[in-house]
């Protein structure tokens, strides 16, 4: 009786399949996508991915396809991204020599998305506004979304944050003070005023003798800071500012790879902050060697003193001992 019923059950599963995947073929055509899907965009890192994220909020599915505590160069393309990239209705990215992955992952994935190059640095407040510009008019163009308001708040936040450090790099007195810069980071320290003795490129493409070079001149120059990136490697940058005896400042070059820096906006004023705090930590660590030199020419004025009263407790002894001898 049990086999019976269940020789039944599968003859009727069976048949509910079979139309329903009949059902499916014919209707399959006149099936379309939910007028209220929310439309994909993938961004190629979190920088442009924070910006696009604040200006559609939940009208669009954001994607960022490298993790912004790595450097894109990095990047491995995986099986998620693909599909990403593939059902894009917008692609942005840098056209940075770090995404040299970019056209393998548009050609595996066969994707129709809109792509848009986003060009420049993005380390200035001046920066940032033209990618907010830029990419707020491409979502509006290619996806209809209207986020002129969003962008306008993103803008005046730069415009404020670009009034508050300027007028504290002048107050540090930034222009006097002299740095050794991981390239990357350029366009801010240029921007703050700091003046810049060298620079250097990707640690592990830096050749020894350029090394020996860059820690000749800073010493020549009296460098306080090495300025890294935290995303290239921080070794080297690390060994110079020993090797100089300099303060090591490391800034991130994305949002999001450190707590407290989530947009571009929150990114800069915390790569400012690391700024001061080395600024004053050097400030500190002069004073305290000029108390150290200060102690070490006592000590020596100290054991000069000693030595002088040795000489002359042993000459008049030699006195006495010659009067006593008469």
Not at 120 to 133: A, E, L, Q, S
Not at 135 to 149: A, E, P, R
Not at 299 to 322: H, K, N, P, R, W
């Amino acid at each position: 009786m049990l086999i019976e019923m269940l020789d039944k059950f599968k003859t009727i599963y069976i048949l509910f399949t079979v139309l329903f995947l009949i059902t499916i073929s014919i209707m399959g055509p006149y099936v379309t996508a939910s007028p209220y899907e929310k439309p994909i965009i993938v961004c190629t890192t979190e920088v442009i991915g924070s910006i696009v994220r604040e200006l559609v909020e939940d009208k669009a599915i954001v994607v960022v396809l490298v993790n912004p505590s790595l450097c894109p160069a990095f990047y491995d393309i995986k099986p998620g991204d693909v599909y990403s990239v593939n059902n894009a209705k917008l692609l942005f990215y840098h056209g940075i020599a770090g995404e040299m992955w970019l056209p393998s992952l548009i050609k595996t994935s066969e994707t129709k998305a809109i792509q848009i190059k986003v060009s420049g640095d993005w380390n200035t407040p001046d920066g940032v506004k033209r990618y907010v510009i830029n990419i707020s008019k491409s979502i509006k163009d290619v996806l209809g979304i209207d986020v002129s308001d969003k962008a306008s708040k993103i803008i005046k936040d730069l415009d404020n944050l670009a009034s508050e450090i300027k007028e504290e790099a002048k107050a540090l007195n930034v222009g006097a003070i002299k740095v050794v810069c991981m390239e990357w980071q350029l366009p801010f320290i240029k921007y703050l005023g700091f003046n810049v003795v060298a620079s250097y490129g990707i640690p592990d493409r830096v050749p020894a003798s350029e090394v020996v070079k860059i820690v000749a001149k800073a010493k020549e120059e009296g460098v306080a800071l090495v300025i890294d990136n935290l995303q290239s490697g921080i070794d080297l940058g690390a060994r110079i500012a020993y090797d100089v005896g300099a303060t090591h400042v490391v800034l991130t070059n994305f949002p999001g790879a450190i707590s407290g820096t989530e947009n571009l906006v929150k990114m800069l004023r915390y790569n400012f902050a690391q700024l001061a705090k080395g600024i004053s930590e050097h400030g500190k660590l002069q004073s305290l060697r000029s108390e150290v030199g200060a102690l070490k020419n006592q000590v020596l004025i100290f054991q000069a003193i000693s030595i002088i009263l040795t000489i002359i407790v042993i000459v008049e002894g030699i006195i006495l001992y010659t009067k006593r001898k008469r």
